[in-house]
């Protein structure tokens, strides 16, 4: 079971970066899928998550109305869509699963069963 994040790199304050992570060795219909990141510094911190139905969804507030999670076709990919990235949105970004959330989300890493490798998303000013 391997999750692949792609899409970080650099851009400049008030831009567009699109982040996925593809699920393989599982299908991952029924997993919850969520994001997470961790500045130089700090602690990991959530910051967006969808259910496995794809009906549910759930934002950081830091993220809200700028960042949109979707689940792609065949329901192993998810994507974060992030816009007006400011130099606070800059860290490694993780993505993760949660096999227990088909309906539900949960914005605590310790639920989620599966991580990937990060990807690094800096934003300057």
């Known amino acids: 079971v391997q999750l692949q994040a792609s899409g970080g790199g650099l851009v400049q304050a008030g831009g567009s970066l699109r982040l996925s992570c593809t699920a393989s060795?599982?299908?991952?219909?029924?997993?919850?899928m969520g994001w997470f990141r961790q500045a130089p510094g700090k602690e990991r911190e959530f910051v967006a998550a969808i259910s496995g139905n794809g009906g549910n969804t759930n934002y950081a507030d830091s993220v809200k109305v700028r960042f949109t999670i979707s689940r792609d076709g065949g329901w192993n990919t998810v994507s974060l869509q992030m816009n007006s990235l400011q130099p606070e949105d800059t860290a490694v970004y993780y993505c993760?699963?949660?096999?227990?959330?088909?309906?539900?989300?949960?914005?605590?890493?310790?639920?989620?069963?599966?991580w990937g490798r990060g990807t690094l998303v800096t934003v300057s000013s």
């Open positions: 993760a699963a949660d096999r227990t959330a088909k309906i539900y989300v949960s914005s605590d890493p310790d639920r989620y069963d599966y």
């Open positions: 060795g599982r299908s991952f219909s029924n997993y919850g």
